[in-house]
């Protein structure tokens, strides 16, 4: 969502100057399926304070404006806390919401992703692992042999920009589908990161902040990380 969207979107709300429980119901739903980055969070805030500037002296009260902008700021920091305080969660596809959750998740890492996919074909996620490289967090990524020099498979592109990425060769699969993010949040399931699970398939996803359960796959990570290295 670019910033000529997010403003389109905040007007719509501002038209009469105060948000109806629809509006804000609404705007709920779009935040919580689009990949809200603290740049993106940034700029929503920014966007709402300079409508608020821009219209305040033309239209409406002060008091009827400013409880518009109170609204904004409550959303804005209900999906924060929610982001951080999260103790598990499930998604189902077919749908985006696995797509979806598996893009914020990679946005909001700032220090360490590591990605143990049998494979990966859906570009929006690569876009996302792409831009957490770039920012230099550490991402590393364990995939299969028979599946990385797939058509459509992205494991070779991600390799060739830079990401770490180590290979399961044996004549078994690596059928994993688990990721760690800072250390905190595991994400595991039947999901696999590809189109055609985001489009058609029956599949599960489960995010999740125990300790045990991310020790017991922090410990499965580092295992085959250092298994492949042969």
Known sequence: MDRAQIRNMLLQTFEDFQMSRSERSALNQIFSHINLTE????????????????????????????????????????ISSTE???????????????????????????????????TITDDRVTRAITAAHQRHAQVRIISDNDKSLDLGSDIDQLSQLGVSV???????????????????????GSYNWTRSASKNNSENLV???????????????????NEYAI
């Open 166 to 188: 180590r290979i399961d060769k044996t004549n078994y699969h690596m059928h994993h589908k688990f990721a760690l993010f800072d250390s905190k949040f595991i994400m595991t």
């Open 39 to 78: 740049h993106n969070l940034s700029l929503i805030r920014k966007e709402a304070f300079q409508i608020f500037r821009n219209y305040k002296p033309q239209q409406g009260s002060d008091d009827t404006c400013l409880n518009w902008l109170e609204d904004i700021m409550k959303i804005l920091a209900n």
């Open 84 to 118: 951080t305080s999260l103790k598990s969660e499930v998604l189902f596809s077919p749908g985006d919401d696995c797509s979806h959750r598996i893009c914020r998740m990679i946005d909001s890492a700032r220090k360490r992703i590591d990605i143990c996919v049998f």
């Open 207 to 225: 995010i999740t902040n125990d300790p045990i359960l991310l020790l017991g796959f922090e410990s499965e990570f580092e295992n085959l990380w």
